[in-house]
């Protein structure tokens, strides 16, 4: 009920009994005149009217009085009065952004080179979607959650800024892992209805994706569409040095340099890295997304408005949920009615036969 509604009732039920009782004086002043001056109007005052009042009267009261107390504490308890339903469009649903963050990231065979190119797309992402909850998730030979889901726009904005080659230190690529954090995340919200998942690699896992597409396989049963984006080229581009040097846990000296032997160390020579567009495709298959590449800008635009339609494993709908209505100024009415009925009954003035 709107308060204009409430004053409304109010104001037509003080009016009606305004009303009421000038009827009522005026009715009794005609019949007092009739007694005194004409010797008529004998049932002004029958006894045997009050009688009966008082006993009826009394139950109607007590009925009035407990009506009129319940509502008003009812009313001071702001007590609800019933439901209603309220279609609530939650906005943009989760996203989570599962960034690669492996020495291979550093090739620039791209303008900027593969990060910067990556972190591009994610900035894009974010500020396509309008609002709604956004997590990080950097992974290498490990996975870790950079920025747990968060409507906060700075935040996300700083954290993927803060996104390089290396962050995380555990040697290898394995997009799988990646996969399996964002999974924790939205598994702890509850997997919200239209949520998406972001990869954002070369493609590049060392024989990891196959744990990558049933990964992407397991979010799509559970209504989340896994969404891909290639950042690299097929031809690819050798991994710069000053990058795996900058820790002697990089997958590149651990794994691939080492591989060449004394050689290959002496020599200098940097691993050629290929982005693989189609292992990027097959995890999108199995989350019912789609896949594209970062260096392509209708692909890159397909990627991004299913992603801000929720589409893929489940699409967002709008929920339907039941608020309390308030209650206070309908019993407030119902207290005031009751309470005036009470007053009238319970007045001595009123007896049958006026």
Same mark, same amino acid.
């Given at each position: 009920m709107s308060p204009w509604m409430a004053a409304g009732l109010w104001g037509a039920l003080l009016g009606g009994l305004g009303l009421l009782g000038l009827w009522r004086r005026g009715r009794r002043q005609r019949r007092l005149e009739a007694y005194l001056e004409r010797g008529q109007g004998s049932g002004f005052w029958p006894r045997g009217g009050w009688r009966v009042g008082a006993r009826v009267g009394w139950g109607v009261r007590g009925l009035l009085l407990s009506v009129g107390a319940l509502a008003l504490g009812g009313a001071l308890a702001d007590l609800p009065w019933g439901t209603t339903e309220l279609v609530v469009n939650r906005g943009a649903p989760p996203l989570v952004i599962v960034m690669d963050v492996s020495w291979s990231m550093g090739v620039p065979d791209v303008p900027g080179g593969r990060m910067e190119r990556a972190r591009a797309l994610a900035f894009r992402a974010v500020g396509s979607r309008g609002g709604g909850e956004v997590a990080v998730v950097a992974f290498a030979g490990e996975a870790w959650t950079l920025l747990p889901l968060t409507a906060d726009g700075a935040m996300v904005r700083t954290v993927l800024g803060s996104v390089a080659p290396g962050l995380v230190g555990a040697p290898g690529s394995s997009a799988g892992k990646g996969l399996q #954090? @964002?999974?924790?995340?939205?598994? #702890? @919200?509850?997997?919200?209805?239209?949520?998406?998942?972001?990869?954002l690699s070369d493609g590049e896992w060392h024989g990891e994706g196959d744990g990558a597409v049933g990964e992407g396989r397991y979010l799509a049963r559970r209504g989340v569409g896994v969404w891909c984006l290639t950042v690299g080229t097929p031809e690819g581009g050798a991994v710069p040095l000053e990058a795996l040097d900058e820790t002697p846990q990089s997958p590149g000296r651990t794994g691939r340099l080492q591989a060449g032997g004394p050689a290959a160390e002496a020599r200098r020579e940097a691993p050629l890295s290929r982005a693989d567009p189609e292992a990027m495709a097959r995890v999108a298959l199995a989350g019912r997304g789609g896949a594209g590449r970062g260096d392509r800008e209708e692909e890159v635009q397909r990627v991004l408005e299913g992603l801000g339609r929720g589409e893929g494993g489940g699409e967002a709908r709008p929920e339907v949920v039941e608020i309390p209505r308030p209650g206070r100024p309908v019993l407030l009415s119902v207290a005031l009615l009751a309470l005036c009925l009470e007053w009238i009954l319970g007045t001595p003035r009123w007896r049958p036969g006026w």
């Open positions: #954090e @964002a999974r924790r995340l939205l598994e #702890e @919200a509850g997997f919200p209805p239209g949520s998406v998942v972001l990869l």
